[in-house]
């Protein structure tokens, strides 16, 4: 089993910067695919970056490229969020996932695979 805890939401003025965390526990020997998924209201989660744990390949939503970035420090058991130049329409409930992939592959950004979730971090951009 593999516990994910998500932290560092809040609320920041649209271009503005904010970065997640998602801390991990539990069985987390060998690589995974890590990602970062939001859900707002009324629409359906949609899948924001992934991270392969093992082979630091990532990957990213069309609409967030060039202005999130997807990292981790495996000493922490970490993947964090960077996210800049923040509009009203990135607000959503954000929730790290994760499962085990012990070969090097780019990560999908699909939610289907991903067996383990946190239980989400708000993140509300005001214009």
């Known amino acids: 089993q593999v516990q994910l805890v998500e932290s560092g939401g809040g609320s920041v003025q649209a271009g503005g910067s904010l970065r997640l965390s998602c801390a991990a526990s539990?069985?987390?020997?060998?690589?995974?695919?890590m990602g970062w998924f939001r859900q707002a209201p009324g629409k359906e989660r949609e899948g924001v970056a992934t991270?392969?744990?093992?082979?630091?390949?990532?990957n990213y939503a069309d609409s967030v490229k060039g202005r999130f970035t997807i990292s981790q420090d495996i000493s922490k058991n970490t993947v964090y969020l960077q996210m800049n130049s923040l509009s009203p329409e990135d607000t959503a409930t954000y929730s790290c996932?994760?499962?085990?992939?012990?070969?090097?592959?780019?990560?999908?950004?699909?939610?289907?695979?991903?067996?383990?979730w946190g239980q989400g971090t708000q993140v509300t951009v005001s214009s």
């Open positions: 996932a994760a499962f085990p992939l012990p070969w090097a592959a780019s990560c999908t950004i699909q939610s289907a695979p991903y067996i383990y």
């Open positions: 539990g069985y987390t020997d060998g690589a995974f695919c």
């Open positions: 991270l392969h744990t093992g082979a630091d390949f990532t």
